[in-house]
């Protein structure tokens, strides 16, 4: 399967911000144990990485990626720890043309119309949609979907269990990128058994909607 076939199947995409290398194995393996072998792990903090590094190396099956990439050297760095896909917070053609070029998956955030014929121009399928509930969620995604018919979208910033369902409802939706089963004050707290549970939940959530 390919990358965006594999969100899919998931339905949500961890989205993990660590401050420290040591708990990147513990998480990886509660996120494998809870069935949702997937992290986007964002390049913002010191830690991302060495992070990105060891779960790749650990869970070679698992889907790791990187997130928050601003820049060709972070794509570069991200890719040779062991990202298997990167993630912008916007369109930024200089990222995205060089990874179409390099053939690394890319799935660049976009919230305007413009954006949206920026990606379709460059013939990517699927973006993430960024920050999705401040810039009207489902009903924005909806309306852009019209015109722009080849795009698929993965919505990130403010998705919950609360709106998940109204998320993963629309035809247009991959999958939905998400933190509250990753929280910070879990991972700092070693909650891993929690954010196992967590991770399963989200997990029998989307398929349940999904039916």
Do not use: H
């Amino acid at each position: 399967m390919s990358i965006a076939e594999q969100f899919a199947a998931l339905g949500v995409v961890p989205v993990v911000v660590l401050n420290d290398v040591k708990d990147a194995e513990p998480l990886a393996d509660a996120l494998v144990k809870g069935g949702l072998p997937c992290a986007e792990v964002t390049f913002r903090t010191d830690a991302a990485e060495e992070s990105i590094r060891i779960m790749a190396q650990k869970y070679p099956d698992m889907l790791v990626g990187a997130g928050t990439v601003l820049t060709i050297e972070q794509v570069d760095r991200a890719v040779n720890a062991g990202a298997k896909f990167i993630v912008s917070p916007g369109f930024d053609p200089e990222v995205v043309d060089y990874c179409i070029e390099k053939q690394i998956p890319i799935f660049p955030g976009i919230i305007t119309p413009s954006e949206a014929a920026q990606a379709v121009k460059r013939g990517l399928k699927v973006v993430k949609f960024f920050p999705a509930e401040q810039f009207g969620g489902v009903a924005t995604i909806k309306a852009m979907a019209a015109p722009y018919t080849t795009l698929k979208f993965m919505p990130t910033g403010g998705v919950s269990l609360k709106n998940l369902k109204d998320y993963l409802s629309c035809d247009k939706i991959l999958c939905c990128g998400g933190s509250w089963m990753v929280k910070g004050d879990l991972v700092k707290a070693g909650e891993f058994d929690k954010i196992a549970q967590m991770a399963k939940e989200a997990v029998e959530l989307a398929k349940e909607i999904r039916g």
